[in-house]
């Protein structure tokens, strides 16, 4: 019988969810403060993010950022959850800071630009777009929208978004 250590608990603290000692290890590694607490609420807020629940990941992302615990990773969160809950004045500030940790967040960069994209700020979302092409990939990108990719965004994501980039600057420059 294989021996299961408690790896993840639910905040209200009904559900337990257990996985083996290999997944834990794995987990721990991603695990960016000492509080097992704080490091649950964050995996909640990127599974509510999977789930589309918006409201509740924005709510646990603005609370640890409320707490002052922050990351590049908790900004760009809660910058995404008020993103897809259409909330731009939220989202670019989120963006903004999360770049402002980690300058070559092109995650944040991309769905910054996009956002200024739709508010006809083209200039802004060009400079954002420049950016993402400049960045050359040194590390893994710690980020949980990659939930399933041990939540990093490796060379072939930032690979992806700067063909993504280059695509919608050639749509700016073309008029689209």
């Not at 993840?8 to 969810?17: E, P, Q, R, T, W």
């Not at 590694?29 to 995996?43: A, G, S």
């Not at 630009?113 to 060009?126: F, N």
């Not at 072939?156 to 919608?168: F, G, N």
Request: glycine share 4%; net charge positive.
């Amino acid at each position: 019988m294989k021996k299961y250590i408690l790896c993840a608990i639910c905040l209200a603290g009904i559900m337990l969810v257990q996985c083996s000692s290999v997944q834990h290890k794995t987990h721990k590694k991603l695990w960016r403060f000492d509080d097992p607490y704080i490091n649950q609420t964050i995996v909640n807020a990127w599974e509510n993010v999977y789930k589309r629940r918006y409201e509740w990941a924005a709510l646990d992302f603005t609370r640890l950022i409320q707490k002052n615990y922050i990351d590049y990773d908790i900004l760009f969160g809660a910058g995404l959850s008020y993103y897809f809950m259409h909330d731009a004045i939220k989202a670019i500030d989120y963006f903004t800071q999360a770049i402002e940790k980690k300058p070559n967040h092109f995650e944040a960069y991309y769905f910054r630009a996009k956002l200024y994209l739709s508010q006809g700020q083209k200039v802004k979302a060009q400079q954002d777009l420049e950016a993402i092409l400049g960045i050359q990939y040194d590390e893994p990108l710690i980020c949980g929208y990659y939930f399933n990719n041990d939540d990093s965004a490796d060379s072939a994501i930032l690979k992806s978004r700067q063909k993504e980039a280059q695509s919608l600057l050639l749509s700016i420059a073309h008029g689209k």
